[in-house]
């Protein structure tokens, strides 16, 4: 990728957002992770879905932020693996969210919080910055 297009400030801005909005993400999946170990005796606050959904998001914030920092580095690949994880995962916690009863009051406001940071970081690759950025690259 052209080393010119990652110096433009918009870009730059763009990039370090996202890679802030993922850091966060990645913070509230692995404290959540330590909640629940924290919390395995209780069946009632942990369950084998709850383990489950804990581990897939503090696995997967880890890997969107290697895509980030990939990305921010001028990767295209990074940058495509970054849209679609985090596509991904923003739909996974809005069936979460909606699902009734299928998880703990808890893990579903966890992961309204966890749907508000990836919320803006979809908005962000997928804007014009960052599209324009990498595309044709």
Request: proline share 3%; net charge positive.
């Amino acid at each position: 990728m052209d080393g010119e297009i990652l110096r433009r400030p918009e870009v730059r801005r763009s990039l370090r957002r996202t890679r802030l909005l993922i850091g966060c993400y990645v913070v509230l999946g692995l404290l959540t992770l330590g909640a629940v170990v924290l919390l395995r005796n209780d069946p009632a606050a942990v369950t084998d879905a709850v383990w489950t959904r804990v581990v897939i998001v503090a696995a997967t914030s880890l890997l969107m932020a290697s895509f980030a920092a990939g990305a921010a580095r001028g990767d295209r690949r990074a940058y495509l693996r970054l849209r679609l994880s985090s596509g991904v995962m923003l739909v996974a916690v809005a069936v979460i969210v909606a699902l009734p009863g299928a998880f703990p009051v808890w893990l579903r406001c966890e992961q309204t919080a966890c749907g508000a940071l990836l919320a803006g970081v979809v908005a962000l690759v997928n804007g014009g910055r960052l599209r324009a950025a990498f595309a044709g690259r």
